[in-house]
């Protein structure tokens, strides 16, 4: 099984450009590709990757990137930077679910995980231009990826 | 002569902590000349920005203090503002929201028993590295608190930050069936957290008590969560929750941004798990008293370090209570009654799983809050803390610096403390001179 999990917060502006990956590509995705919207705590990720042969993440980030930016790490191979994916002091965030499911053995052979950097993160829905603009070239970029594996 | 030696153990970022902070440590001579656990985090002025509010807005506004403990704020906000207005919300629409603040209970101790404190004792950095030794732990810690946010998100709308709860009741009562979907995760929470008690019972305690002054809310035959008609101590206090401001009082210490509680003519007391145990035991569900006694807990446990065996009880009555809850529960004729603000001032306590909780609301007859006064139990606790590092490291001083730093972390960790609710993360220095 092939997974694909857009992850946000859809009332949080750009927060929301994981989720809109994930509804492009609902409407496209090839036969085989579970697409999964989360929109619940990190940690609970885990539960996506049970049973998938590979999966891809797609999360909003804030590095101080370009707006729009794609950064696309190998998961892996690859410990994620915490600071790209933190969250919280709370809670683990995406990079300490990743870690603790590969310290569990519940990491797929294959995790791609790719961050839109954001450029406001206030209430609302709408994205801003450049994040829109780079949801659609991810999605793209993405669907043929998924269907070449 | 004497030698005056000054040492100093310095630890920039202690982990596992909700908030930041830092603490500070001196030794002069071998003795433990300055304590202080310093909360730099930035004051984020919630009690200001409720001035002007609409009375229904406390809860929502103050949900967002605490992304680990929203519900206990929703709590002790809408019970401060009912009992302002002379409503009392019981039946079914009570027991569906202690429901809802057990899930908050089951997610919190269960990430803090086994996430944040576990790694203490079992000797590891992170719940990280202790998954690699002990899958099976962590994996029953995931487990326990997707129980917890199942609860929270059929009752409160979602698991983080819910919705659902308002002044004089609910938005939305869910129904039987929705509850009922809840069971099976929960039956299988149960079992885990009983073998939890039993697992953490056999870790390594270091051999220390406090004698400090322990209160909690209490109620008539049940164990303290939403809601409890009195304030209860160790020591003999018994009072109403409006009695609260005339027996504690805060101060502003020159080294954190949370104010410090103390009993009002001075000393420390303590809130939380221990607190709640030593007071209520008798009102746990008789399965967590059989887990209690199975792992040789009897009320008052006095050692903090223990405090990790109290959690695992309360997170066993709390899924056990859950389960009964459920069981119990009948569809309310109406999700919330009407509530009509006027003019005065209402107090309002609930057990957040680190501690009690006080909210005190001033309001006018519109509804527009006047005043807001917010107490979280890591607030209450700070004295306390220090006092017990002070101990911890004066009998501790013949270890490693590396290891005394650890030490005294893990101290830390025993209350569990929410440094965002008190003002967020903690830093260690330890001055030896």
Not at chain 1, 52 to 62: N, S
Not at chain 2, 113 to 130: C, R, T
Request: proline share 6%; glycine share 8%; aromatic share 6%.
């Amino acid at each position: 099984m092939l997974r694909l999990v857009g992850i946000g917060n859809r009332w949080r502006g750009d927060d929301g450009a994981g989720l809109a990956v994930a509804a492009l590509l609902s409407e496209r995705a090839p036969a085989g590709v579970d697409i999964v919207v989360h929109e619940r705590e990190p940690v609970e990720l885990i539960e996506t990757f049970d049973g998938a042969a590979a999966v891809w993440l797609v999360d909003a980030v804030r590095s101080g990137a370009p707006p729009g930016t794609v950064h696309r790490i190998d998961a892996s191979e690859h410990f994620l930077p915490a600071e790209l994916f933190s969250v919280s002091t709370h809670r683990l965030g995406l990079a300490g679910a990743i870690e603790l499911a590969r310290a569990l053995g519940r990491l797929p052979p294959r995790v791609i995980v790719h961050g839109i950097e954001g450029e406001r993160f206030e209430a609302g829905e709408e994205l801003s231009p450049a994040v829109e603009a780079a949801t659609r070239q991810l999605a793209a970029t993405l669907e043929a990826e998924v269907a070449a594996c | 002569m004497s030698e005056s030696r000054t040492k100093t153990i310095r630890t920039d970022t202690l982990a596992r902590v909700e908030g930041e902070g830092a603490m500070h440590v001196r030794i002069e001579s071998g003795r433990v000349t300055e304590v202080e656990l310093r909360i730099y985090e930035p004051p984020r002025f919630f009690e200001a920005f409720l001035r002007g509010r609409d009375f229904g807005e406390a809860v929502d506004i103050t949900s967002r203090i605490c992304g680990i403990c929203p519900v206990a704020y929703q709590m002790s906000a809408v019970t401060a503002m009912e009992s302002l207005c002379g409503v009392t919300v019981d039946g079914p629409v009570r027991e569906l929201r202690r429901l809802l603040y057990c899930g908050e209970w089951i997610e919190s101790h269960a990430l803090h028993i086994f996430m944040l404190h576990a790694p203490d004792f079992l000797g590891f950095d992170s719940a990280v590295a202790m998954a690699r030794e002990h899958p099976a732990l962590v994996t029953d810690a995931l487990a326990l608190k997707k129980a917890g946010n199942e609860v929270m998100r059929v009752i409160g709308g979602r698991e983080i930050h819910p919705v659902n709860l308002r002044v004089g009741g609910v938005h939305r009562a869910p129904s039987k069936r929705e509850l009922a979907t809840l069971t099976n995760g929960l039956e299988r929470a149960r079992e885990i957290a009983v073998g939890a008690v039993a697992l953490v019972a056999n870790l390594e305690f270091p051999d220390y008590e406090q004698d400090v002054e322990l209160v909690a809310l209490a109620e008539p035959g049940r164990y303290p969560i939403d809601a409890g008609p009195r304030i209860v101590s160790t020591a003999g206090l018994d009072i109403t929750p409006p009695e609260y401001p005339d027996h504690f009082v805060e101060s502003h210490v020159p080294w954190s941004h949370a104010l410090h509680s103390q009993r009002v003519g001075g000393g420390s007391y303590l809130v939380g798990p221990l607190a709640r145990f030593a007071t209520s035991f008798e009102h746990l569900t008789p399965l967590a008293r059989e887990a209690a006694a199975g792992a040789g807990l009897r009320p008052p446990e006095r050692n903090p370090f223990r405090s990790i065996v109290v959690r695992a009880v309360e997170l066993v009555h709390a899924v056990d209570e859950a389960i009964t809850l459920i069981a119990e529960y009948e569809e309310p004729d109406a999700p919330s009654v009407a509530v009509e603000p006027r003019a005065g001032v209402g107090h309002g306590v609930s057990e957040a799983p680190r501690g009690l909780l006080y909210h005190r609301y001033e309001i006018d007859a519109k509804g527009t809050i006047l005043d807001a006064t917010i107490i979280p139990p890591t607030s209450q606790n700070q004295t306390a803390i220090e006092a017990d590092l002070r101990a911890v490291v004066e009998r501790s001083l013949e270890l490693p610096d590396a290891e005394l730093s650890r030490r005294c972390e893990q101290t830390i960790r025993n209350y569990d403390p929410c440094i965002s609710c008190a003002t967020h993360f903690l830093t260690l220095e330890v001055d030896r001179c």
